[in-house]
Nanobody, 112 residues
Framework: QVQLVESGGGLVQPGGSLRLSCAASGFTFSSYAMSWYRQAPGKERELVAFISSATGSTTYATSVKGRFTISRDNAKNTVYLQMNSLKPEDTAVYYC?????WGQGTQVTVSS
């Protein structure tokens, strides 16, 4: 069974940093692209970052480009999202996605 488990969320002040992790199992991790999405209250779930399988090429939402970095460690079957210079607008539940499956999400709150 495919399983994606996010961790690393929490409360952080504006300008702070946080690193999210998504541990994957149940599929050949290195063969799949991985994505991070987020959903704020009252808003649609949106793509935040994407990383391909073979080359590790990345794509980011305009709103986070230059602040967030997606990476993967195929040996650990884990994808990361390093979030720097966080803003209140980044507050949302963050989900990882792969192999047609979603993780349970981890809450990120940016507030003073």
């Amino acid at each position: 069974q495919v399983q994606l488990v996010e961790s690393g969320g929490g409360l952080v002040q504006p300008g702070g940093s946080l690193r999210l992790s998504c541990a994957a199992s149940g599929f050949t991790f290195s063969s799949y692209a991985m994505s991070w999405y987020r959903q704020a209250p009252g808003k649609e779930r949106e793509l935040v970052a994407f990383i391909s399988s073979a080359t590790g090429s990345t794509t980011y939402a305009t709103s986070v480009k230059g602040r967030f970095t997606i990476s993967r460690d195929n040996a650990k079957n884990t994808v990361y999202l390093q979030m720097n210079s966080l803003k209140p607008e980044d507050t949302a539940v963050y989900y990882c996605y792969a192999s047609r499956s979603w993780g349970q999400g981890t809450q990120v709150t940016v507030s003073s």
